[in-house]
């Protein structure tokens, strides 16, 4: 397993925080706490942050260019959309930083910011400074709580879920709600 995660640790880690990449992250972060010298904390932030980067890059790029394939990709997420649209009109450019901590939003701000006049060079740099504290706050605070989700995964495993479940529900139930 260790060779596994060895070789392939780092490009399992890009391609999936080419998506988003939270989970991708906490996990390489807490398994480069282990010590055994398979990740690297600064090498897993780096990787999933600049992964992170060209993904919302591609995403507001694509809406750019092709907008027609955009709307009708949109238009499954109806609600999320005009969140996405409101949230842009109350926020303006924070609203980049506030997209990476929020599952089911974070493809949707650079399609929908994409979509509008948003200045593509303004975009760039605001990604970029939200991808590396993306990357900085939630690998930081990932390999910290190593010690305590390793400590106690085992032993509070079904505690652990039930939490996760609820995390769940509740910011899909708030979604929806709003």
């Known amino acids: 397993m260790e060779d596994i995660i060895k070789d392939w640790g780092y490009l399992a880690l890009f391609l999936y925080s080419f998506g988003g990449g939270f989970v991708g992250l906490v996990v390489a972060s807490v ?4 010590g055994t010298g398979d990740l690297n904390l600064y090498i897993c932030m780096l990787v999933a942050g600049t992964s992170n980067f060209i993904g ?3 995403l507001f790029y694509m809406a750019r260019t092709n907008k027609k394939y955009a709307k009708e990709t949109m238009k499954k997420y109806g609600r ?3 969140l996405a649209h409101l949230w842009m ?3 303006g450019s924070p609203v980049v930083f506030i997209q990476k901590y929020i599952y089911g939003i974070k493809t949707l701000i650079p399609l929908a910011m994409g979509l509008t006049k948003y200045s ?8 970029a400074i939200a991808a590396a504290l993306w990357a900085v706050v939630v690998g930081y605070a990932s390999y910290i709580l190593g010690e305590a989700i390793l400590t106690y995964a085992d032993e509070y495993k079904y505690y652990g879920v039930a939490i996760i479940l ?3 529900f509740t910011v899909s139930y708030y979604l929806r709600k709003i």
Request: hydrophobic share 45%; charged share 25%; glycine share 0%.
């Open 80 to 82: 999320k959309v005009a």
């Open 56 to 58: 919302d890059q591609f």
């Open 89 to 91: 009109r109350k926020y």
């Open 166 to 168: 609820l995390i769940v």
């Open 120 to 127: 593509f060079k303004k975009f760039t740099i605001y990604n």
């Open 31 to 34: 398994l480069s706490f282990t």
